[in-house]
């Protein structure tokens, strides 16, 4: 069975830039959520979406927008890039809301210049 | 405000030491902790502990929840070299599908 899937693996984007990022799920899970992961911070939780619907939110700012599609693939955007953003970016998918662990994939790393 | 702590930030033992891992949060709505191994790239899962006083084990690891104390600890005995990497604690709560991690405990083991 395939693992969760993310792409791009490595990113470098300029500040006021915008980027899409990408996460296949594992096949079958419907929850998937995203995770920003920097040294000083640990990961730090996006959001988690769950049948096209997004159901929980982190504390981020609105420059930070998520979706899902009804194959369970989901996408994060983050527009008007900031020094900070730089950081890697964690998807996780889980079969539903039941008491399932979340499996990760290997992460988009994103360089802001 | 929901919080995972754990401790320490980081630990350097010899091969064949064991050592503890500690985690303890303050959540509301509690549902699970979770373990997790992260090496270079993706954090993967170790054991999932939903009540007290269980042990899970698999191999060398083991761990045990305490949710009277809001405590968890990861125990690895016989440390190897391929032991060394970030030991991630995560709670699950009840709403939705939340998780909220700690940063982790970085563990080196030396030949």
């Known amino acids: 069975k395939a693992g969760v899937t993310q792409t791009p693996r490595y990113l470098i984007k300029t500040r006021g830039q915008q980027v899409t990022l990408s996460c296949s799920p594992i096949?079958?899970?419907?929850?998937v959520s995203w995770y920003q992961q920097t040294p000083g911070q640990g990961l730090q939780f996006l959001f988690e979406y769950f049948s096209e619907t997004q159901r929980n939110k982190g504390n981020f700012p609105g420059r930070f927008s998520g979706r899902q599609f009804s194959n369970s693939r989901s996408e994060m955007n983050v527009s008007t890039l900031e020094l900070g953003d730089s950081a890697l970016y964690l998807c996780?998918?889980?079969?539903?809301?039941?008491?399932?662990?979340?499996?990760f994939g290997d992460g988009t790393r994103l360089s802001i210049l | 405000e929901d919080k995972v702590v754990q401790s320490p930030l980081s630990l350097v033992v010899h091969e064949g030491d064991t050592v503890t891992l500690n985690c303890s949060y303050e959540v509301t709505n509690f549902r699970s902790l979770l373990w997790y191994k992260q090496e270079k790239k993706a954090p993967t899962f170790l054991f999932m502990l939903?009540?007290?006083?269980i042990e899970k084990k698999s191999g060398r690891l083991s761990s045990i929840l305490d949710k009277k104390e809001l405590f968890s600890i990861l125990n690895i005995t016989a440390t190897q070299t391929g032991d060394s990497a970030v030991y991630l604690c995560a709670v699950a709560l009840n709403t939705g599908n939340q998780f909220y991690f700690g940063t982790g405990t970085s563990l080196t083991v030396i030949p």
């Open positions: 096949s079958g899970h419907r929850s």
């Open positions: 996780a998918s889980s079969l539903d809301s039941t008491n399932q662990p979340q499996h």
């Open positions: 939903t009540s007290s006083g």
